[in-house]
C-alpha cells in the first residue's frame, strides 16, 4: 500500500490547491486514508479513471491513527527535548506545551486547551506531528529563509500567500500593533535588526518564527513586505509542510481570525 509519501511525491508539490485540498500533503493524507481519489489531483498521470471511494474527513482520519501511535510513547522521556512538561488529567499522563501563546495537553485520548475545549482537528495533526519528532537538541540560532531548506522552492509560494502577504496587508501603517500582538503569544523584539519591526515568536518551544517587517513608504510608493524566517534546524524538530502550516497559524493568531 502507498504510503503518504509515496502519494505526495506524485504531486506536483506546489499546493495549487485545485483538487480542494489547502496542501498536497493535505490531499495526499485524503488519498492514503480514503477520503479522496487521486483523480482530483489533475496533475497525477493515470489517475483520471481512479474510482471514488466513499468520502470521509481526511483530516480526522489522520488524527485517530496518530493518537493510537501516541500509545506507544513515553511522554515523560519526551518532555524535556520537546520544552514542555507532563501533568496528570482525568485523561491519564499528558504532555503540556506552549503553542502560539498557551498552554495545550496532548494525549492519546484528545489534544485540548487549558479549558477542556479540543483543539481543531489540524492543530492536532501539528502537535501530535512535534511529538513524534522528539526534539532533537538545542536550536542553532541561525536564521534562513525557507528557501533555505531542501525541496522548499514550491511551498516558497505557499508561506508568501499566506503568511508573508497576509501578515504584511493586515500591518501595513500599523507597525506598533503588529509588534504588540505578536508579544501577546510570547513575542520578543531583537532590537538589533534593519527591518521596522522584528520579532522572534515561539510557535512551539522549539519551532520559532522570526518576523522582519518593512512598513509601507507611501512618499516613494513601496507597500509593506514581510520576510518569515525559521532555526536552521528547525527540520529536526518538524517537517517542512508542519513548519509552513506554523507560520499559517501564527498569521491567523496575530490577525485575529
Known amino acids: 500500500m502507498e504510503t503518504v509519501f509515496d ?10 490547491g485545485k483538487c480542494g485540498y489547502p496542501t498536497c500533503m ?17 496533475f497525477i498521470e493515470g489517475a483520471s479513471d481512479e474510482v471514488r471511494k466513499p468520502m470521509i474527513d481526511p ?11 501516541v500509545k506507544e510513547i513515553d511522554l515523560s522521556d519526551r518532555a524535556e527535548g520537546l520544552g514542555g512538561w507532563v501533568v496528570e488529567t482525568e485523561y ?11 498552554d495545550v495537553f496532548i494525549s492519546s485520548k484528545k489534544v485540548f486547551a487549558e ?10 495533526i501539528l502537535l501530535y506531528n512535534y511529538l513524534f519528532f522528539g526534539g532533537k537538541g538545542d536550536l542553532s540560532g541561525d536564521w534562513v529563509g525557507l528557501e533555505s531548506f531542501p525541496n522548499s522552492i ?25 509588534l504588540s500582538a505578536c508579544k501577546e503569544i ?4 531583537v532590537k538589533e535588526c534593519s527591518a521596522d519591526v522584528c520579532v522572534t515568536i515561539p510557535v512551539l518551544p522549539k519551532v520559532l518564527v522570526r518576523i522582519n517587517f518593512w512598513d509601507e513608504d507611501r512618499e516613494d510608493g513601496f507597500p509593506a513586505e514581510v520576510k518569515a524566517l525559521f532555526d ?4 529536526d524538530f518538524l517537517d517542512i509542510e508542519s513548519l509552513i502550516f506554523c507560520a499559517e497559524r501564527l498569521a491567523e493568531t496575530i490577525i485575529g481570525e
Open 7 to 16: 502519494i505526495l511525491k506524485q504531486t506536483r508539490k506546489d499546493n495549487c
Open 26 to 42: 493535505a490531499f495526499a493524507a485524503a488519498v492514503h486514508t480514503g477520503g479522496c481519489p487521486k483523480s482530483a489531483c489533475p
Open 59 to 69: 483530516d480526522t482520519a489522520l488524527a485517530r491513527q496518530l493518537k493510537e501511535k
Open 92 to 102: 491519564g499522563q499528558v504532555l503540556c506545551l506552549r503553542y502560539l501563546g498557551r
Open 115 to 124: 479549558d477542556g475545549s479540543e483543539l481543531e482537528t489540524r492543530d492536532q
Open 154 to 178: 514550491s511551498k516558497v509560494v505557499t508561506l508568501k500567500r499566506y503568511t508573508e502577504d497576509k501578515i504584511a496587508s493586515h500591518f501595513s501603517g500599523r507597525a506598533g500593533e503588529l
Open 186 to 189: 510570547g513575542g520578543v523584539e
Open 232 to 235: 536552521r534546524r528547525a527540520l
